[in-house]
């Protein structure tokens, strides 16, 4: 059993930056791939990003060259920095871990979620 939970959530004006941080119970922490996920108002979960074991990353086209995936499995935490926002990435972002290393895209491939926090980018 894996709990995460999320913080680092705000209000920004466009072409700022935020931080969201993720804490993971337990002690596989390291064996997980970890994506960030986010829902806007009306639609669906979608992709951000996703993080391996070993590092290795993987970004949504509409948000490569502006986030940036972390993880510090000593701290059991996975970071996404946010730069540039803009206000189509208002969103409730979630946290989520998976032993699945394909299709990492896919939110049915994650087993564990957090509760979310509020990103919202004013215009």
């Known amino acids: 059993q894996v709990q995460l939970v999320e913080s680092g959530g705000g209000l920004v004006q466009a072409g700022d930056s935020l931080r969201l941080s993720c804490v993971a119970s337990?002690?596989?922490?390291?064996?997980?791939?970890m994506g960030w996920f986010r829902q806007a108002p009306g639609k669906g979960r979608e992709f951000v990003a996703s993080?391996?074991?070993?590092?290795?990353?993987y970004y949504a086209d509409s948000v490569k060259g502006r986030f940036t995936i972390s993880r510090d499995n000593a701290k059991n935490t996975v970071v996404l920095q946010m730069n540039s926002l803009k206000p189509e990435d208002t969103a409730v972002y979630y946290c989520?871990?998976?032993?699945?290393?394909?299709?990492?895209?896919?939110?049915?491939?994650?087993?564990?979620w957090g509760q979310g926090t509020q990103a919202t980018v004013s215009s």
């Open positions: 993080i391996a074991s070993g590092g290795s990353t």
């Open positions: 337990g002690r596989t922490f390291s064996t997980y791939v």
């Open positions: 989520a871990a998976t032993r699945a290393t394909v299709f990492v895209a896919r939110v049915d491939q994650y087993k564990y």
